[in-house]
């Protein structure tokens, strides 16, 4: 007993649960940091875990090598080791510190606890950094996780103790200040052993395997290489966002591109995140068993852990800020003199820099995480909506155009991305609230009920508001939605609005619907000034009644409680301002995910048991059974009707009918796009299908032809031989690299049906279903194709041909015969010459149309020469003078600006209709409410202990002051709104105006997507956001610098920081904004693409389909969403990277103005300046983040203004009108044309395409154009409707230069039916007559004219039937005839057929050359055609070569010419014809 008496005396001094000062306690005392019994448990757990690592490593020692033994490339373990490494050093110094003071004074090294417990620390925490720095393999990943998770516990207990002594003695040591700091350092230790192991092995298996492999650890480091630091970033550096350092420093070094982009992780790609999306749906409907899944539950299943991580993170700073107050509090009652113990000024000046570092450290991560959030929520959406138009029904497209689905992804998908920002603030905002009124009631009392009062009616003020602004929301996304639909329309169609002269009356259209737009747009914009107006004047409203009550109910005014509701309001009072803006997020956020959702469950094609792969001997590829079919899938309106089909391998079948019989209906049954309402239909085998009207993507020729297919060079050769493309594709300046643009403008007709049979005949299937391809080519080209494609490439295939052209019909198996949706006859053409009339009457009308008579004198002529396509486009020219001049492709890479543009955006912006009066009104607005608020709270602390000044009249001068200025935000909140308005309507029109009046070379070299995310997204930001944008940034930069001029006027010592502080700002913000705006204008030109790509599959959805590439569209769509989020979340990471270092520097700012007061003695400022100066130092961060957050977004948002101006400077065509010169009301009165000395080129530099032609065209005269490839004769016809402008020469219309004329004076005066038929989403009326000049009379005489008065009447509508997008609901042969309807209607003295009758069948073809030959009989009719008996009754015959004019004559006497270009064509075309019938 006496022994352990005496070691108790030795350890301890005394009593075992004694302290330093001898004092004793209960058995609580282990609980204290500063006794025996604490030290005594702190030293055996020390050495208990001291022996466990050693055993450990005693019975490991046979495994461990020591050249792998440690690991310190990864960041966590080098931050572990060097923390817990510095903290152990800091324990032995400070025991040898305390063992030295003992020694000094006397007292020998009795009690050991006293310095024992801090060395035997300072061992462990070196222990510990020496456990981080070895990998976990080589001591056992789970001693190394046991060990962590007991020092974490141990440490957890060290810091519990410390912080109880300091509460129970109201004393800081250092010995204190390390156990607190061994906290960090434990969990720092416990990441490393849960966290780190995995790295650990990974590397470790890298560098054992590296040797080995040598060639694909190259290839794999290289890939991953370029992924976003942040993928592998560590705690501290996701914490800092130290990992975004190395791509601002690119960023300021040089203007970023897009290859300096880092590519996303692979956990937030869209690919990931979309897959995920369905996983929680298949759970959902697996569990549940519903049809129909929530897709609001998916979303919120796919990133809970995400939600649940940030919130937390809001939660920590809403703590973090809810202490400002209390802290204040206290400061103020130290600078009085009643603090509790003497430093308490320093700590509370280091726990106010402390309290503001975690509030930033948590509101930076709680911003970046739910912008990541929902970046991917947006990702997945794009992803969604992208696979969804991909499966579309017909009917479904008539409810959702390509405008529409274009605005889900440009618009929606963006605003529901930019609500997870928003959400934490809902919630945060109320337990703010519910706090600070906790903190008030400590402050105030009871009078706190009337602040309450307030805020839950301002609340309830704003609820009828937020219905309202709910329904605005939804008005404004349908007008918006029906304006893009039109201007897509008719950017798509834009070379026809210029030739019929109606891009006027459509810009008008476009007008009205912007103003209806603008209309709700108002609407919405004023709704949400009055809740900006609302919330921002509610703090003045909640100090007027709680000062008011206070007075009332004689509740004392202190500065200590005065100043801590002055400083608890102006910190709930950013978070309450930013309501508006949630419940904004919301309505925007719930109206277009109820738009995406309504379109994610529309109705979808129905295929699937449809197409079957393929099997061994299949009797028959093609089985049709008694089946019908309906385009809207109901069985009272059928399309095709009893249908019965069989067809064998390889076998030929030819569809034949006339215009609107359903032959091409037929093919998109088989291929499964049109609902099959009754019978059995089943097709074996893969499908390659060519369509009508040609899809070419943006792209070489090369990828439109491989098609995603591996590059086969022979079989790539072949495809090009047997479609007569070599010839083609040489005269293409860069051959088979050359880019065609969108829909193929650089292609002529015939080049991108042959583009097409190339791209089906590479593909190798089993079944082609070839949908009139021969139609743009001319006679000998049709011939060569069928000769070496059908019957020659395609022997051993299943083809189903369908075509106008009887000449081929001899050489197919079967023939079949359609009429009004039904197969009438079924048969080889023999039988069926025999036994049908029907079609007897269609090859006889073939054989009418080409004259033997007048041709059967040529077929003796034996020369032949191989005739090229007959039709061409004024491109074609445009790519020879491309090759011999060296330029470069049509389509180029996107424009953007670089670099800093400085004011220029931001002027751009304010320049629109006394922009800058409204801004200025609005910023004076507030500098006047700043003013008001200052005085406020000067006049408070002034006068708050002032005894001559009464509370009454205090609290009077208060109130009245604060309403007074209040009136000002509500001007402000207006000339936001009108400045807003204005600016938009005046940036529209100009856009607009620009688009519509610039020339065609514009639109041939710019694909749709780029103008269509400019006039969506860019244009729904500059509406919506700029604005409020604008004067929020105003605002919040006036706040902040007037917060830090208070702290300085009172504490004028705090300039030493703040100036710095100030400067730093600046710098900063200059060095973030070098990469900022770059990522934001990347972010611009990514986002087209993304749009463009999105447009073309749209309008090419069937070809997709047919050859089964959905996947592989659906992976480039992945690939393009995710080009386009990597700038945008570099952009937002980039934002907090600024913030987090400003809002360090102001809690700097802050703790040095607190440490001032601190430093000199109580009373040198009064309380109520104390209070003041520190309740605006307290708000100084958050306003100084608001001002520096609202720059960055508004700098981000300018890139829209900036994107809209670089399409309001594009050169534009001559005027429309040319007010001193405008024709006579009759011109062309006659009709005679007149060419002297014609000469075009399309850039001043570029070799002539026409060269001097020089002829008459009589007026009355019918007039053919024929020519060669590239010859010049669409360049003509441009020439003469002036979409190019002569060089040289002129071009005189009875006795007028058309140059000197306006363009809309003149191509109104002309009539004109293209190759491409183009209707217009409406009624039938409204394609014939858009602008409403003819009575229904006059229509129906015109459609009984063009053979579509019987259609257009068995609709129950008539002439108001509906006419969808693109008229896909009418066959490409009716859609011709609208045309010639059209041109029947405008009755021209000159009338331009461009190949105009290409897809109809012979017999109506034969009938419409009559009516144009009866209704144009005393007209110029000029025609360029394929069809050499379309040209056969004409007056005379112009024939082109390589620009030149080499014959013009009748056409009677060419064919007898020797040499005659026209004669050999004749020739061909008649020798093709006798073939056919032999």
């Not at 400019?1014 to 700029?1026: A, G």
């Amino acid at each position: 007993m006496d022994y352990l008496s005496r070691s108790t005396m030795a350890f301890c001094g005394g009593s075992i649960c004694s302290s330093y000062d001898g004092k004793t306690c209960g058995l609580e005392g282990i609980l204290y940091s500063n006794t025996c019994v604490n030290h005594f448990l702190v030293i055996s757990i020390t050495l208990l875990l001291f022996f466990a690592f050693l055993m450990n490593v005693v019975r490991k020692l046979s495994m461990i090598t020591i050249q792998t033994l440690f690991q310190l490339s990864i960041p966590l373990k080098k931050y572990s080791i060097i923390f817990n490494g510095c903290l152990g050093f800091a324990y032995l110094v400070l025991g040898l510190w305390m063992l030295e003071e003992k020694l000094g004074r006397g007292e020998g090294f009795f009690p050991l606890h006293v310095w024992l417990v801090v060395f035997s620390q300072g061992f462990f925490w070196i222990l510990t950094s020496l456990v981080a720095s070895i990998r976990a393999k080589q001591l056992g990943e789970a001693f190394v996780k046991v060990w962590s998770g007991v020092s974490s516990v141990f440490a957890a207990f060290f810091c519990f103790s410390s912080v109880l002594s300091i509460l129970l003695e109201r004393f800081i040591s250092v010995r204190i200040v390390l156990d607190l700091l061994t906290l960090p350092g434990a969990i720092l230790l416990l990441l490393c052993a849960f966290k780190g192991s995995q790295e650990d092995y990974d590397s470790l298996s890298d560098s054992l395997y590296e040797p080995l492999s040598i060639d694909s650890h190259t290839n794999l480091s290289s890939s991953n290489m370029f992924v976003t630091p942040f993928a592998n970033a560590g705690l501290v550096s996701r914490m800092s966002f130290w990992w975004l350092n190395s791509l601002m420093r690119k960023g300021f070094e040089k203007p970023l591109d897009e290859k300096d982009i880092p590519h996303m992780g692979e956990m937030d790609r869209a690919e990931s995140r979309y897959f995920m999306f369905l996983e929680q749906l298949s759970r959902q409907t697996q569990s549940s068993h519903t049809v129909s899944p929530s897709f609001f539950r998916a979303i919120v299943s796919c990133h809970k852990r995400e939600i649940l991580v940030s919130g937390l993170f809001a939660l920590l700073k809403v703590l973090t800020l809810s202490a400002g107050p209390m802290l204040l509090n206290a400061f103020i009652k130290v600078s009085v003199g009643m603090g509790t113990f003497e430093y308490e000024g320093y700590v509370l000046a280091l726990g106010m820099f402390l309290v503001k570092f975690f509030e930033s450290l948590s509101q930076r991560q709680w911003h970046f995480r739910t912008r990541m959030l929902g970046l991917q929520i947006r990702s997945l959406l794009s992803a969604a909506v992208y696979r969804k138009q991909l499966r579309l029904s017909s009917s479904a497209k008539l409810i959702h155009s390509s405008g529409e689905i274009m605005n889900y992804v440009t618009v929606d998908a963006y605003r529901i991305g930019e609500f997870p920002v928003w959400f934490h603030q809902t919630w945060t905002t109320c337990l703010q609230l519910c706090i600070a009124l906790v903190i008030l009631y400590h402050a105030v009392g009871l009078a706190t009920i009337s602040s309450m009062v307030v805020i839950v009616l301002t609340v309830l003020c704003n609820a009828p508001v937020a219905k309202l602004q709910h329904k605005f929301q939804t008005r404004l996304m349908e007008a918006q939605d029906e304006r893009l639909k039109a201007m897509a329309e008719a950017l798509v169609n834009m070379k026809v609005l210029k030739l019929y002269a109606w891009e006027t009356h459509f810009r008008k259209v476009i007008e009205s619907l912007r103003e209806e737009e603008c209309k709700w747009l108002s609407a919405f914009q004023l709704q949400r000034a009055y809740n900006s107006f609302l919330f921002w004047s509610s703090p003045v409203v909640v100090s007027a009644a709680t000062f008011l009550t206070c007075y009332l109910m004689e509740i004392p005014l202190y500065p200590s409680n005065v100043f801590t509701f002055v400083a608890t309001l102006r910190l709930v009072q950013d978070p309450v301002r930013s309501i508006p803006d949630v419940i904004g997020a919301f309505i925007q956020a719930k109206v277009a995910f109820g738009r995406i959702v309504k379109f994610l469950e529309a109705e979808e094609l129905q295929s699937g048991n449809l197409r079957k792969n393929r099997a061994v001997n299949v009797e028959h590829p093609i089985i049709i059974k008694s089946a019908s079919f309906s385009w809207d899938g109901n069985p009272s309106k059928l399309t095709l009707r009893n249908i019965n089909l069989e067809i064998k391998p390889g076998e030929k079948i030819a569809i034949c009918g006339e215009v609107g019989s359903g032959k091409s209906t037929l093919l998109a049954a088989i291929l499964g796009e049109i609902p099959n309402t009754e019978g059995v239909i089943q097709v074996f085998g893969k499908i390659a299908y060519v369509s009508q009207n040609a899809w070419i993507q943006t792209g070489t020729v090369q990828e439109n032809i491989l098609f995603g297919s591996a590059m086969n060079k022979q079989k790539y050769q072949e495809a090009l031989e047997k479609c007569s493309l070599v010839k083609d594709l040489d005269a293409l300046p860069f051959g088979d690299f050359t880019v065609v643009g969108e829909r193929g403008v650089n292609l002529s007709g015939g080049q991108k049906q042959r583009v097409q049979l190339a791209r089906a005949l590479y593909q190798d299937a089993e079944i082609y279903l070839l949908d009139d391809p021969f139609s743009a080519v001319d006679a000998h080209t049709a011939t060569s194709l069928f000769n070496d494609y059908v019957t020659g490439a395609l022997s051993s295939k299943t083809v189903l041909l369908v075509t106008h052209q009887v000449d081929f019909l001899p050489a197919f198996d079967s023939i079949l015969l359609m009429s009004e949706g039904e197969v009438l006859r079924s048969a080889p053409y023999h039988e069926l010459m025999i036994s049908s009339k029907e079609f007897q009457d269609l090859v006889n009308a073939h054989k009418d149309t080409a004259d033997p008579e007048s041709l059967e004198k040529l077929i003796l002529h034996k020369s032949c020469v191989r005739a090229m396509e007959i039709h061409d486009t004024c491109i074609n020219n445009q790519h020879k003078i491309a090759k011999s001049s060296g330029e470069d492709q049509l389509i180029k890479k996107e424009e953007k600006e670089s670099g800093d543009t400085g004011l220029k955006p931001y002027l751009q912006y304010l320049n629109q209709n006394k922009g800058f009066l409204y801004s200025s009104l609005a910023a004076v607005s507030h500098i006047i409410f700043i003013s008001g608020q200052i005085s406020q709270n000067s006049w408070m602390a002034a006068n708050v202990q002032n005894p001559q000044v009464s509370t009454l009249r205090l609290i009077t001068v208060y109130l009245a002051i604060g309403c007074s200025t209040a009136i000002f935000l509500l001007s402000r909140s207006v000339f936001v709104v009108v400045l807003g308005l204005q600016s938009s309507k005046s940036l529209f029109s100009q856009l607009l105006n620009c688009l519509f009046r610039a020339p065609m070379s514009f639109f041939d070299s710019t694909p749709l997507g780029r103008i269509l995310s400019r006039v969506s997204s860019d244009l729904s930001i500059v509406d919506l956001d700029v604005p409020f944008s604008l004067i929020f940034s105003i605002s919040a930069t006036l706040n902040a610098y007037s917060n830090l001029g208070i702290m300085a006027f009172i504490t004028w010592q705090v300039l030493f920081v703040s100036i710095p502080m100030v400067y730093l700002t600046i710098r900063l913000q200059a060095y973030y904004l070098n990469s900022a705006k770059e990522l934001m204008r990347i972010n611009g030109t990514t986002k087209s693409l993304v749009a463009n790509h999105l447009s073309e599959s749209v309008s090419g959805a069937v070809t997709i389909r047919a050859f089964q590439e959905e996947d592989r569209f659906f992976g480039k769509n992945l690939e393009l969403i995710d080009s386009n989020a990597s700038p945008f979340f570099h952009n937002f990471a980039a934002s907090e990277w600024l913030i987090q270092r400003l809002e360090t520097m102001g809690a700097a700012v802050l703790s040095t103005s607190a440490l001032v007061m601190a430093l000199l003695p109580p009373g040198t400022f009064s309380s109520g300046l104390v209070g003041m100066a520190l309740s605006y130092g307290f708000s100084l961060n958050m306003s100084l983040v608001f001002s520096i957050e609202n720059q960055c977004t508004l700098a981000n948002y300018i890139i829209s203004v900036e994107r809209l101006n670089q399409y309001m400077h594009i050169s534009s065509e001559a005027p429309e009108i040319v007010g001193g010169n405008r024709p006579p009301p009759n011109w062309p009165g006659t009709g005679k044309v007149e060419l002297r000395d014609l000469k075009v080129r399309y850039r001043p530099d570029s070799p002539l395409v026409l060269q001097g032609i020089s002829c008459t065209f009589e007026g009355g005269h019918k007039i053919g154009i024929v020519g060669r490839t590239g010859s010049g004769k669409t360049t003509l016809i441009a020439a003469l409707f002036r979409l190019i402008e002569p060089s040289g020469g002129k071009i005189i219309i009875d006795g007028l230069n058309i140059a000197t004329i306006g363009l809309h004076d003149l191509r109104s005066r002309f009539g004109i039916i293209p190759q491409d038929p183009t209707l217009f989403h409406g009624s039938v009326r409204y394609n014939l007559d858009p602008l409403g000049q003819h009575s229904d009379l006059e229509i129906w005489e015109v459609l009984e004219k063009c053979q579509l008065r019987e259609v257009v009447q068995e609709k129950e509508q008539g002439l108001d039937s509906l006419v969808v997008e693109d008229g896909s609901n009418w066959s490409m042969g009716q859609r011709q005839l609208f045309c010639l309807g059209r041109a029947l209607l405008r009755k021209s003295r000159i009338l331009v057929l461009d190949e105009a009758t290409a897809s109809i069948d012979n017999t109506t073809d034969a009938v419409l050359q009559k009516t144009i030959r009866t209704e144009f009989i005393d007209c110029t009719v000029i025609t360029v055609a394929h069809r050499i008996p379309t040209v056969m009754d004409c007056t005379k015959v112009l024939g082109i070569s390589d620009g030149k004019l080499v014959e013009y004559d009748t056409p009677m006497k060419l064919m007898k010419t020797e040499g005659s270009l026209f004669g050999e064509l004749v020739k061909e075309y008649w020798s093709h014809t006798v073939n056919a019938d032999m």
